[in-house]
């Protein structure tokens, strides 16, 4: 009897591991079944507002949707509901029962073919059972899916209609390019696994972190619905310093002007003098093959370095009026506009007297005004030069500003020749810089400069964002004070401040002609810069500008416009300040 128990123990151990060995797939399935794995979920990411607070950027949800010719359901012979009194034909196919409803109801919808045109193409796709047929080209938003799922046919289930809906996200300005460079755009879709978004440059780019939020986790189990793990966290929202309608209006005053030169750059910006708060930043150039004027490359006004011509002359001047060096009683030689030094000839083009004091240097915007105060008040050569750089050092117009924009955005500091460290000194160099050449600076430092001038003599920090919110709520504030250290005395400032307005309203001022108008007072600074290259046909190209405030007695705002690789006949005033004029006006009637 024993026996007989141990031969039956030992066929069914022999028969239980045979079943095992030979069912391999069936245990890998059910071992299959009770796998999981964890995946990355990303919560909304943050809006983006302007100073209104009128949305501008977001994240709107869209589908692709196509159909799936190969489901055995449409090929099937259409079998009519029990109590239908409709007669059963063995010849028609559930597809062939639903086509014509189904393209009637599409076409009358999404109007893209007629009933006709989309039953052919439909009729192609059955019949090649197509995997992807595309029912409506272009994205639908939810309700267009909504409706696209009431219609025939598609009212069923997956197995019946074939219906593939594949959501996915896209980041949208809701105001097309404007503020483009400043707000800036995403890479990604974070529908799609393992990608999420990044900002690609502007404020996208600069508070990615911010925007996204914090990622979470969710655990995916076969046969069973996801379970959050850790949930992710929302981004937080940015509300932008810029005004939309500032922004537009500005674009296309600059856009305007800028269509009818030469010029291949052209920026602008609008600040708020008293706050800092940059109510519009324009970036345009011009398409190379067709001429059309287009949202720049690259942020311009941050990151367009050069020489800056005469818009420099209101720092040197502030520079050695707070050193001692320039006597505004004294009569300087300017020989009628052309001078020699070191062997090289020093122009001017807007005047023809002997002598000028400060005031008519800069108004008339002098060269040889700027190189003779510069090389009395400290002699030429290389102590003068140094002692010249220590004043222009004292203004702190180098110091970084540090602007909220993407790492692509790069902000390049003023270039001014270190005495200590450049070695090709020269008797033409300290002159140079003291009209606009020889130093090289950005739109955003100009405009800072000036500013600080119409602001009493303090600087107030550019800025672009002025919080970070969470729903209703603060969670930073941006918003900043002017700095307490002063750049200039109070005196030398109400003196600059009296020649850049002059400028404009004295007839001899280079920005008479085209800025000066009845309804505004507006003190600014006119600035040519002859390119070292020339053009095909032999021409100079010339960068001009226009940087100013109003109204002068009360500023309020501060605009510099620029543009280069303009024809000599496309000045700085015509050009540019007609552009600050015609805003001026525009922000006096309507803020």
């Known amino acids: 009897m024993l026996g007989v128990v141990v031969l039956v123990f030992v066929w069914l151990s022999v028969t239980y591991v045979k079943l095992l060995v030979n069912d391999t797939e069936g245990w890998l399935n059910m071992s299959n079944r009770n796998q999981f794995y964890n995946d990355t979920v990303y919560g909304d990411r943050g809006n983006i507002y302007d100073c209104q607070g009128r949305l501008v950027q977001a994240t709107f949800p869209y589908y692709n949707v196509v159909m799936d010719m190969r489901v055995e359901f449409l ?3 259409y079998k009519p509901p029990k109590n239908s009194k409709t007669v059963n034909t ?17 076409a009358d919808y999404f109007k893209q073919y007629t009933h006709a045109e989309l039953r052919k193409k439909m009729d192609a796709a059955f019949k090649a059972r197509e995997d992807r047929f595309k029912v409506v080209e272009g994205k639908l938003t939810h309700k267009q899916l909504k409706a696209l799922r009431a219609m025939p046919l598609l009212n069923q289930s997956r197995l019946h209609s074939g219906l593939v809906v594949e959501p996915y996200e896209n980041r949208e300005n809701l105001y097309d390019s404007l503020a483009y460079r400043v707000v800036g755009a995403v890479f990604g879709d974070r529908t799609k696994k393992k990608s999420g978004e990044y900002g690609r440059f502007g404020i996208e780019q600069y508070f990615n972190e911010e925007l996204a939020g914090v990622p979470g986790i969710e655990e995916h189990r076969a046969g069973s619905d996801a379970r959050p793990l850790v949930r992710p966290v929302d981004g937080l929202d940015v509300v932008m310093t810029i005004d939309m309608d500032i922004q537009d209006k500005s674009e296309s005053l600059l856009k305007n002007t800028f269509a009818n030169s030469h010029g291949n750059v052209a920026c602008m910006m609008v600040m708020e003098t008293a706050t800092g708060e940059i109510k519009s930043m324009v970036n345009l150039t011009k398409d190379s093959a067709t001429g059309k004027v287009i949202q720049g490359y690259e942020n311009y006004c941050v990151s367009y370095i050069a020489e800056p011509g005469s818009t420099i002359k209101t720092i040197a001047m502030l520079a050695m009026l707070e050193d001692g060096k320039c006597d505004l009683d004294k009569n300087y030689f300017v020989n009628s506009g052309e001078i020699t030094v070191a062997g090289k000839k020093i122009t001017d083009t807007h005047t023809h007297s002997d002598y000028l004091k400060p005031h008519d240097i800069l108004v008339c915007s002098s060269n040889c005004g700027m190189s003779r105060i510069a090389i009395d008040g400290y002699g030429n050569n290389r102590k003068g030069w140094s002692d010249f750089y220590d004043a222009l050092m004292d203004m702190r117009f180098t110091h970084e500003i540090g602007i909220e924009l993407g790492k692509s955005d790069i902000e390049y500091k003023p270039r001014v020749k270190d005495p200590e460290t450049y070695k090709k000194w020269s008797l033409t160099t300290m002159p140079s810089m003291a009209y606009g050449y020889e130093i090289m600076m950005t739109p955003i430092y100009t405009l800072n400069f000036y500013n600080a001038v119409a602001n009493g003599g303090y600087y107030v920090k550019p800025h672009v964002v002025r919080e970070l919110r969470r729903g209703g709520e603060v969670v930073k504030d941006f918003s900043v004070k002017p700095e307490r250290h002063r750049i200039a005395s109070k005196k030398n400032i109400e003196t600059i401040q009296s020649f850049l307005l002059d400028v404009v309203e004295s007839p001899n001022g280079t920005g008479y002609d085209y800025v000066r108008n009845d309804q505004v007072k ?15 046909n032999g021409a100079y190209r010339y960068l001009v500008t226009f940087v100013g405030y109003f109204p002068a007695d009360n500023p309020k705002y501060t605009v510099i416009v620029q543009m280069a690789n303009n024809l000599g006949s496309e000045g700085a005033g015509s050009r540019c300040g007609s552009v600050v004029r015609d805003i001026a006006k525009y922000l006096m009637i309507n803020y």
């Open 75 to 77: 090929h099937n012979t």
């Open 522 to 536: 507006i003190a600014g600074k006119t600035g040519t810069a002859r390119r070292v290259r020339r053009d095909e």
């Open 90 to 106: 063995d010849s028609l196919s559930n597809y062939e029962v639903y086509a014509d409803s189904f393209c009637v109801a599409v």
